[in-house]
């Protein structure tokens, strides 16, 4: 066993070879981290909508639905308000500070009582349409709320003036209804509804690609052990170990073990110079070598298998490249999966690689103790093991079915 890891990882894995892997990954990952820099910032879609309140009403309820937009959780986690005049906040607006300016008339809370529907002066910046579409959206829902109470009191009101209630009580009855209206509507809790998306986390494009261009560099890596297996068929190295042992789960596992190893030790010399750049703890590291490793053996497992099973080393040679190509494709190693069709990424969740990339990146960003996708790395490891074992019965069958030259599977 210690001869043919040996033997392996000489033959297979010359330095020119690592150096030139190592190079060429580290040259992806800053091109592609440069060129979807702008699109994938952290902040882009995360950063509080800064709105500028200009309230000209001055009144109890008007202070009210401000101190209640304050203090709501939900609305200040999306949205920072800043109460001023309007020649500050305008000035502000102007200089691109604030995503809106929102006046409170005169007479509005006031008005809400008495169906007059004074409008409220709203202007939204351009420069940042996803930001104004959603504050648009928030003021138009809110818009819809208000109109829906302002009808349920009107209808109390006309009800009541149909029968015999003088005019006084009515008027009460009116200021009664309408104050726990507009109050039950000022009250409102439930701006926005959330549901949880369990894919990739937050994070800039610069540790995107390294978890992206990680799992791309296994992959290629892991596809040499197809021709180191046709070169022991060719060299007839395989009959002559079968004359000492008809096991070959010996020989199989020498390929495993030697190129996961050589490519965890490619990987890691590619991911601990980038570590400089980005914020990740010294257990995060430990985890994205492990990492690494168990992604490492099931790539070469599954490209040993498919080796074997196809009827010579072309044809196994084009349907792995394919096969990455396709995985890279719809798993994200290309383009991120945020800036992809829904339906390319609903596609993607069923590929190996976007696992891969999503477990090294939570990892890379230290979210592992939470999210980290045991369940993947287990059936990981359940995959090596039985195309392991399959690998080596197709082999056996292959080398007592040839007479020293490669043969064919019916």
């Known amino acids: 066993m210690r001869h043919l890891l040996y033997y392996d990882i000489k033959r297979n894995f010359p330095i020119r070879r690592i150096i030139l892997t190592i190079f060429v990954a580290w040259l992806t990952i800053f091109f592609f981290s440069h060129f979807f820099a702008n699109d994938m910032t952290e902040d882009r879609l995360l950063e509080k909508l800064s709105i500028g309140i200009v309230d000209e009403d001055q009144s109890k309820l008007s202070s009210m639905l401000l101190d209640n937009f304050k203090k709501n959780k939900q609305f200040s986690s999306m949205m920072d308000l800043q109460i001023s005049d309007s020649k500050k906040l305008n000035k502000k607006f102007q200089n691109g500070e604030l995503t809106a300016v929102v006046t409170i008339p005169k007479g509005f809370t006031q008005g809400l009582m008495y169906y007059q529907n004074l409008p409220l002066s709203v202007m939204i910046s351009d420069a940042q349409p996803l930001k104004a579409m959603i504050l648009t959206e928030v003021l138009d829902s809110y818009s819809d709320y208000i109109q829906s109470v302002d009808s349920a009191t009107l209808a109390a009101y006309e009800i009541l003036a149909e029968t015999d209630i003088s005019k006084e009580r009515l008027k009460n009855h009116n200021d ?33 690609f390294i978890s992206a ?28 170990h079968k004359m000492y042992s008809t096991n070959f789960r010996t020989y199989i596992a020498s390929k495993v073990i030697s190129f996961s190893v050589v490519i965890t030790l490619i990987c890691i010399l590619i991911f601990t110079p980038l570590t400089l750049k980005i914020s990740i703890s010294f257990l995060s590291i430990l985890i994205v070598i492990a990492e690494l490793f168990i992604f490492s053996m099931l790539y070469i ?14 044809s196994a040679s084009l349907f792995c490249n394919l096969f990455i190509f396709l995985l890279g494709l719809l798993g994200g190693n290309f383009i991120p999966l ?36 045991i369940t993947f790395i287990i059936l990981s490891l359940m995959s090596v093991a039985i195309l392991f074992e399959t690998s080596c ?16 599977i019916n």
Not at 213 to 239: M, N, P, W
Not at 340 to 359: C, D, E, G, L, W
């Open 338 to 373: 945020s800036l992809m069709p829904k339906t390319i990424q609903n596609i993607s969740a069923f590929t190996i690689n976007y696992h891969v990339i999503r477990n090294l990146l939570l990892t890379i960003s230290n979210l592992y103790s939470n999210h980290i996708n």
């Open 213 to 240: 261009i990680l799992c791309l560099a296994i992959c290629f890596l892991s596809t040499g052990v197809i021709f180191a297996v046709y070169d022991d068929l060719k060299s007839f190295t395989l009959h002559r």
């Open 301 to 314: 497992s599954i490209f040993i298998f498919i080796g074997l099973v196809l009827f010579s080393e072309t």
């Open 176 to 208: 009664l209804f309408s104050i726990k209206m507009v109050t039950f509507a000022l009250n409102r809790n439930k701006f926005f509804s959330y549901k949880k998306i369990d894919t990739f986390p937050s994070t800039n494009s610069f540790v995107y």
């Open 393 to 408: 019965r197709i082999l056996m069958f292959r080398i007592q079915k040839g007479s020293g030259e490669l043969c064919e």
